[in-house]
């Protein structure tokens, strides 16, 4: 539904960029971003749960990420349309999302503000309904 691999390419760059590192081109940290930020922390500094200085950089990369996520993070073409469809004929959706809510719920809201819909995921439950105009 959102595609948030730009930003969370973008914040392992980032990441990099503070360890005095080159970025990396984003179609090779692309495919990390589905896998979240072990993968991503793994990519950009080949550090990897267990390591020394791990869970210190996997938290910076997710405070990086919480800061950036909405600069190039974007519905994937075509959502908006569907959405739409489906609200015409009167059906429910959700949203059901492994990111944290303190990273999906502003992303929600930011994206998806006009629609009204069920959200279920990782220590995130609500219903959100569609914004009075």
Known sequence: MVDSAPDLAGAANDLRIEHGMAPLPYESLR????????SLVKAALNMAPGDDEYEK?????LAIYGERKLHHSRLFGGVM??????????LPWGIVTNKNSR??????????????????????WRQHTRAKT
Request: no cysteine; proline share 4%; hydrophobic share 45%.
């Open 57 to 61: 950089n996997r938290q910076r990369f």
């Open 81 to 90: 349309e569907l959405l739409i469809a489906i609200e015409r004929r009167g």
């Open 103 to 124: 990273l999906a719920e502003p992303m929600i809201d930011a994206l998806l503000r006009d629609r009204a819909f069920h959200a279920a995921g990782r220590r995130l």
């Open 31 to 38: 495919p990390f971003a589905t896998y979240g930020a072990r």
